[in-house]
């Protein structure tokens, strides 16, 4: 039997061919391409049968390879896994350019209407699993990368993420990657908004974004092609994240494997409400941890932070840690002489030359005029040059004077009694001070 490679694009049934050695798929048909979300057939060459036609990684064990003949059909039913529907395959051995290849004639119609019912019952069994997933922890980071693996697994992607947009750039916040696959959220912070500006009329309709293959977009959209193909990814999907009307962000699947992308779409869309009241709870906790533990007057943790982040169990990934305790001098007399506003700026002055100086660690304001700095995974040498750089910028030469401990160590056991060494050390300097100013 010799096929012409355009011969079956005309019927209904769906028509391939494979190769018995590799399972190769080299054929097929048009209402194959769209019963499985391909709009081309370059798409499907070169992979292997059942990778596109069962959404498997191996060999399906229901391959009738071993049981095919020439010149009589190897008739049977089955359930696709893809398609939720029954299927009556037809399989038989052809010649393909000289080569004997497996031949199928699949038909989907034959039991229609249950393979509706079936996907539309393995749809809300997915949504109903993802809900009860979104709210099955406390913790809604947890939550939230919980529900993006169910997602990822289900519709065999091999990454789902959320951005969030602000303002005129984005950022990558939450993300599952499928084994093997590298992560990318890292990579993809302060992206400018404008990468998506083909998206942004859709995602105003609360529509979604598909693009069955980025091919389709070299020319057209050529800065968004290159970020897509950067990342190896040949296909998404989209959906916005709207709250009050604004878009807040969007969540998507890269590279589905063989499924109708509509279908998937539909799906994405059902979870959005939930991913975002998801977001609105992580925007409100993230409010309230910053009231808890900020200092109003300069912007600097608080004590609560201070206890929090000097908790034992807190400590468990450090191999080495230094502190500072630093109290500032003469805040009382500058209160009693010029007054508390006057006071209230010395205080701020102060903190922002310990932010200066701390090089992005951690800065607590623990009382009236005493800061804290916790610098975890530093080498003594580096601890050192920021005591020397501290003790020069509050040497008092620029109106600001602090006394300064600062302690070291190296696998501490309890960062409480780290810090207290550099307590002691500060109140030690302070006492020198007083000693210099009599």
Same mark, same amino acid.
């Given at each position: +039997? ?5 011969? $079956? ?73 893809? !398609? ?32 509706? $019912?079936? *996907? ?7 949504? +109903? ?10 913790? !809604? ?5 919980n529900t993006l693996e169910i997602m990822g697994k289900y519709l065999n992607g091999q990454r789902t993420y959320i951005f969030r947009v602000h303002a005129k750039h984005m950022n990558n916040e ?22 998506? *500006? ?17 091919? +389709? ?26 709250e009050k009307g604004k878009l807040i962000g969007y969540f998507g699947v890269d590279n589905p494997k063989a499924r109708n992308l509509d279908e998937i779409s539909n799906i994405l869309k059902m ?7 998801? %977001? ?17 007057? !300069? ?11 000097? +908790? ?12 500072? $305790? ?19 700026? %010395? ?77 002691? *050390?500060?109140?030690?300097?302070? *006492? ?7």
């Open positions: +039997m010799k096929i012409i490679i355009n011969e $079956f694009d005309g019927v209904n049934e769906i028509v391939y061919v494979a190769d018995m050695d590799d399972y190769t798929l080299l054929y097929l048909n048009k209402a194959g391409l769209k019963l499985l979300g391909y709009t081309k057939r370059e798409q499907i060459l070169g992979k292997k049968c059942y990778e596109v036609l069962q959404g498997q990684q191996q060999p399906c064990e229901t391959c009738t390879n071993g049981k095919l003949c020439r010149g009589k059909f190897l008739e049977w039913k089955y359930d696709n896994p893809i !398609t939720g529907n029954k299927c009556k395959s037809k399989d038989k051995l052809i010649l393909w350019n000289g080569k004997e290849v497996h031949f199928t004639i699949a038909d989907f119609s034959l039991i229609k209407g249950d393979g509706n $019912f079936n *996907r539309k019952t393995e749809r809300e069994k997915i949504v +109903m699993e993802c809900i009860q997933m979104m709210h099955s922890s406390v913790k !809604t980071d947890v939550a939230i990368n939450y993300e599952w990657c499928e084994e093997g696959i590298s992560r990318e959220m890292d990579f993809l912070q302060n992206v400018p908004l404008s990468i998506i *500006r083909r998206w942004l009329p859709y995602f105003y309709c609360n529509e979604s974004v598909i693009i069955p293959d980025v091919e +389709m977009i070299k020319e057209v959209a050529p800065d968004e092609y290159s970020i897509l193909k950067q990342q190896n990814i040949n296909s998404l999907i989209a959906v916005p994240l709207i979870l959005s409400y939930f991913f975002e009241s998801l %977001l609105e709870r992580k925007d409100r906790e993230s409010y309230l941890e910053r009231i808890g533990f900020t200092d109003a007057l !300069t912007g600097a943790l608080n004590r609560n932070a201070f206890i929090r982040d000097t +908790m034992p169990e807190s400590d468990s990934d450090i191999v080495s840690a230094g502190g500072f $305790f630093i109290d500032i001098n003469g805040l009382k007399k500058t209160n009693d002489t010029y007054g508390h506003e006057a006071g209230d700026n %010395l205080i701020r002055k102060v903190y922002d030359i310990i932010s200066s100086v701390a090089e992005g660690y951690p800065i607590y304001r623990l009382g009236g005029d005493e800061f804290a700095v916790l610098c975890c995974n530093i080498s003594q040498k580096e601890l050192d040059k920021i005591d020397i750089r501290m003790r020069t910028e509050l040497d008092g030469r620029n109106g600001c004077s602090a006394a300064i401990g600062a302690s070291f160590l190296e696998n501490p056991s309890d960062l409480g009694m780290l810090m207290d060494e550099a307590d002691k *050390r500060m109140y030690k300097d302070k *006492r020198q001070y007083y000693k210099k100013i009599r």
